[in-house]
C-alpha cells in the first residue's frame, strides 16, 4: 500500500475503543465474505488449531487514505457461517498495543505456535511489530518493533522442521530465519531480493506457503495494466529461495473503475485450496472488500489463473433469492459499489451511466424462470437490458425505469434463462448523467 497524505488525517479521526465486539452473521459463501460497511483488505488466511479459517486483514474506512489504526478479525468453520470480531488490535487510543507509534496499521499477518497467537503489523514509517496473545481474537497488548526489517507487509513461514521465517518488502522481497523467539529475526540470514519487480513483476505483500515438497510465495502483482491488481506467485525449493515466476492467480481489474491494488495469500481448508484477495469499491483505490475463489494446482505444482465470481467458495447462486447488487463481480464503465447515502447497513451499484455493465458470475436458474424483478432507484432513468453467457443471443428480457426519483421493484418477462450461467446487466439511457441505482435482482 502507498500511503497518500496518511497520518495527519488518521490523527483527526482517532477514536476510543473500549472492547472488542463480536458480531456473527450467517452468510452464504458469496464475495465479498464481509457484511455491508465493513472494508477489509490484504487478506491473511490462517487455519488455527480449532480447525477455524481466519482472516487478519486491514481496515479501510476511507476513499481518502489506506487502511486505520486497528484491525479486525473475520473466521469461520465451514466458509458459510462467519464471524466478525472488531478491534481485535489498534495502534491508537486508549488501548494502543504499540505505544511507540501512531498511525495505520498496514497488511498484517498471524501464526500460531506454542500456544500463542502472534500478530505481525507494520506501520508507515517503515517499522514491522509483533504482538501476542493466547486467543486468536485477542486482546493484543505491548507491540514490539522487530529489528532487521524497514519497509511494509510481514508474513511468517514455519517449515516442517519447525525453523521460522519472516518475509518483507515492497518493490523486493526479502526474507530471513527467525529466532525461536518469534519476535526477533536473525539478521545474518536475510537475503535480498528474493522476488523483484524486474524478473517477478513483484510489488508488494509476500506470503509463503508450503505444498508437496515446493514453496510457494504469493505477491501483489504488477505485470499487467502497470497496476499491481494481480496475485502473482513464484516457486523455490528452498523458504529462501532461488524463486522461480510462475504466474497469475487471480487479476481484480474490473472489480471497480478506480481500483489500484490487490494482496492476499493461499490456504488450505478442510481438503481444498483458495485464493484469498480483495476487490475496491466506492470508485477509489480504497474501501476494500475480502473475497474468495477456489484454486487447484497442476500435476507439476503450477497454478492455474482463476477469475473473480460471485459464488465465491460456494454454489452458484439461487436465481429465486434475492441477489445483492453488491455481489457482482465485474464492472465495466462508471458504475461501482458502495454505501447508500444515510445508511451503513446496504450497499448498491450506483452511478451508472450510459454503456455500462455489470456481471454476476453464476447463477442457478434451475428448470428455467419467467420473471426478473429488480429494486432500483430513478435517478435519470433509462433502460436495463438481461443477458446471459451469450450476448449475441440478445437480450433475454428488458426494463424501463421511469425518471421518478423514488425507490420501487420493476418486472420484465424473460426467456431463455435456465441452468448455470452468468448474469449481465446492461444499462441504456441519457449519455453523461446517473440513470438509476440498484439495491438487488431476484427471479420467479
Not at 54 to 70: Q, V
Not at 130 to 142: A, Q
Not at 151 to 178: H, L, N
Not at 398 to 411: E, N
Request: charged share 20%.
Amino acid at each position: 500500500m502507498i500511503p497518500v497524505n496518511i497520518k495527519n488525517k488518521l490523527m483527526k479521526r482517532i477514536v476510543l475503543i473500549a472492547a472488542c465486539l463480536l458480531l456473527t452473521e450467517v452468510l452464504p459463501a458469496q464475495n465479498p465474505v464481509l457484511p455491508p460497511g465493513v472494508y477489509i483488505a490484504d487478506p491473511a488466511g490462517r487455519v488455527g488449531p480449532d480447525g477455524k479459517l481466519y482472516i487478519y486483514g486491514s481496515l479501510d474506512e476511507s476513499t481518502e487514505y489506506y487502511c486505520s489504526d486497528r484491525y479486525h478479525l473475520l473466521s469461520s468453520a465451514d466458509l458459510h457461517s462467519w464471524q466478525l470480531q472488531e478491534n481485535i488490535f489498534t495502534a491508537a487510543s486508549k488501548n494502543d498495543g504499540a505505544q511507540y507509534a501512531n498511525g495505520p496499521l498496514y497488511a498484517p499477518d498471524m501464526c500460531y505456535r506454542n500456544g500463542r497467537y502472534y500478530l505481525y503489523y507494520c506501520l508507515p514509517d517503515g517499522t514491522e511489530g509483533v504482538v501476542t496473545s493466547k486467543r486468536p481474537e485477542g486482546p493484543f497488548r505491548n507491540g514490539l518493533k522487530i529489528t532487521g526489517p524497514a519497509q511494509i507487509d510481514p508474513a511468517v513461514f514455519i517449515d516442517d522442521d519447525g525453523q521460522a521465517y519472516y518475509y518483507w518488502g515492497q518493490f523486493e522481497a526479502k526474507g530471513a530465519r527467525m529466532n525461536p523467539d518469534m519476535k526477533t529475526i536473525d539478521t545474518t540470514s536475510i537475503v535480498e531480493g528474493l522476488v523483484t519487480e524486474k524478473k517477478h513483476f513483484f510489488h508488494e505483500g509476500a506470503f509463503v506457503f508450503k505444498r508437496k515438497g515446493i514453496y510457494y510465495m504469493v505477491y501483489s502483482h504488477i505485470g499487467r495494466q502497470d497496476r499491481p491488481t494481480c496475485i502473482g506467485y513464484a516457486t523455490a525449493h528452498s523458504p529462501l529461495g532461488p524463486f522461480k515466476y510462475g504466474g497469475v492467480i487471480i487479476d481484480n481489474a474490473g472489480c471497480d473503475p478506480a481500483v489500484w491494488n490487490n494482496h492476499g495469500s493461499v490456504v488450505a481448508f478442510h481438503g481444498k485450496w483458495y485464493v484469498l484477495y480483495h476487490r475496491a469499491t466506492h470508485n477509489s483505490a480504497t474501501m476494500r472488500k475480502a473475497c474468495i475463489e477456489p484454486i487447484t494446482f497442476r500435476p507439476d505444482g503450477s497454478i492455474p489463473e482463476v477469475f473473480m465470481t460471485s459464488q465465491g467458495a460456494g454454489a452458484p447462486l439461487t436465481a429465486t433469492k434475492k441477489i445483492d447488487a453488491e455481489r457482482a463481480c465485474l464492472l465495466f464503465g462508471n458504475v461501482r459499489i458502495q454505501l447508500m447515502q444515510g445508511t451503513s447497513q446496504n450497499e448498491a451499484l450506483m452511478a451508472i451511466r450510459n454503456g455500462d455493465r455489470a456481471a454476476w458470475k453464476f447463477i442457478n436458474y434451475g428448470n428455467g424462470v419467467r420473471h426478473c424483478n429488480i429494486r432500483v432507484r430513478a435517478r435519470a432513468g433509462g433502460r436495463i437490458d438481461i443477458i446471459d453467457n451469450y450476448p449475441w443471443h440478445g437480450p433475454r428480457g428488458s426494463i424501463t425505469v421511469p425518471a421518478d426519483g423514488s425507490w420501487s421493484t420493476i418486472s420484465c418477462e424473460v426467456t431463455g434463462l435456465a441452468g448455470i450461467q452468468a448474469l449481465w446487466l446492461q444499462f441504456h439511457g441519457q449519455p453523461g448523467k446517473d440513470l438509476f441505482d440498484i439495491d438487488w435482482i431476484k427471479f420467479e
